[in-house]
């Protein structure tokens, strides 16, 4: 069978989401592709937003390959499953141009994994795939009716049909990721890298999936949400790969970056530059020396409030006082040249004491962000305190209610967002 796997040419304008914006490598396609080829498929990558392609030049590509199915993300790579643009526009437009030259077409990502039924009449699709994707999309070529595979949402017989829950990898299975090296040497972007120089491109990878706190902000209940390590053998597999292949830097994907001293050791004898998102109260001053050691040279750390009362609204469960949380940061500036402490909007701080503190911790040569206003991402425990379990509305419910009680957004946001509808209007 053939599988055309298509990463959309990602654009964000008018849009809540503040992700980064850059081209990232599409890890569930890398997986996916790795697993579908071992079965003995033939599979196809466009990546329209590295290649910076149009989705008519996307429809001529997949039309070469004349594809079996076809298969869209509707998020920008699994970094930013948790915090997607809401709206569901660029996957949407390129399924309007696909259609008639691409097989079966499928989507993956976490708004059908959430509200699968919505997504799959939105999107105009064959199938939802519900969770992670890897294991399951091989299953669809052993069953053309379907019938049996777990975590699908599909059409048949004029009717929408759910079978299972969101599926959750086995890590075990998961192979080391190869990335041809011209492909690779065109993925310039090191992610979340400042105040140290570029040295050449940059990868993504992960050495785990998965977190075992449950914040409320967090929309990962329904994909991503088990804690689960890879194999050590076959993370240092695929991060030597990644070096041999000409990257420079690689940033963990991680969830969460566990203070695994056996695997920063390791790492440190590869001589490569790496970033890392955590929690810094799960540190301490030998692991965060370690870890300088190894090669890190950006730490993204969710502070998200600084006070104990806005963190607990938060479901952090975080035991740290907000005193230990900065001198940990401190002592994550002294080994790593760039941290950031990232700050969300918990509707308790006072915007004054959020400014000062911003400043002393910036004194220390730590970066703060003005406070994300919190998106209620469907799935997220946040969205289920106000309004219950998802429905078919709740995308559009979520946005509705954001640009509403925010009059201003964060720094890294656009400063006027766009209605969901209009956002994803089909003209």
Known sequence: MKYALVNPNWKFDGSVYF????????????????????????????????????????????????????????APSYLFWRCPPPEVKAPKELVRSLHGSCGTLAAVGPHG???????????????????????????????PDLKGIPSICYRTDGSVHIQGRPFESDMSLLPPLSWDPEYLSRHNHNHHRFGTETEGPGAEMESSRGCPYSCTFCAKGDFRNKFRKRPMSVVLKELDGLISSGARYIYFVDEIFMPEKKLLE????????????????????????????AGCVSIEAGIES?????????????????DELVNLLIIARKNVP????????????????????????????????????LFPYPGSEEYKKRW?????????????????????????????????????CAD
Not at 37 to 58: F, P
Not at 113 to 141: F, H, N, Q, R, Y
Not at 272 to 282: A, E, N, P
Request: with cysteine; aromatic share 8%; hydrophobic share 35%.
């Open 19 to 74: 992700g980064c914006r850059e081209p990232h490598l599409p890890i569930e396609f890398g997986y996916s592709r790795a697993l579908l080829e071992r079965e003995g498929h033939e599979v196809e990558l466009v990546d329209g937003h590295l290649d910076n392609l149009s989705n008519d030049e996307i429809k001529d590509r997949v039309s070469r390959f004349s594809p079996d199915m076809t298969v869209i993300a509707t």
């Open 113 to 143: 994994s959430t509200t699968p039924v919505p997504v799959l009449k939105k999107l105009g699709v064959d199938i939802v795939i519900m969770g992670e994707c890897e294991e399951i999309l091989p299953k669809l070529a052993d069953n």
């Open 266 to 293: 390791a790492i440190s004898e590869r001589g490569i530059k790496f970033g890392i998102q955590t929690r810094i109260d799960l540190w301490g001053i030998g692991t965060l020396e370690l870890l300088g050691r």
């Open 306 to 322: 600084i006070s104990e009362k806005g963190r607990g609204l938060l479901g952090k469960r975080c035991e740290a006082t907000t």
């Open 338 to 373: 760039f941290v950031q402490a990232t700050l969300l909007d918990s509707g308790v701080d006072d915007p004054d004491m959020v400014e000062r503190w911003r400043a002393c911790v910036q004194g220390f040569g730590i970066w703060a962000n003005r406070p994300v206003p």
């Open 388 to 424: 219950g379990f998802p429905d078919a509305y709740a995308w559009e419910r979520a946005h509705e209610y954001y640009l509403a009680a925010y009059g201003a957004f964060s720094d890294i946001q656009e400063n006027s967002p766009k209605p969901l509808k209009e956002l994803e």
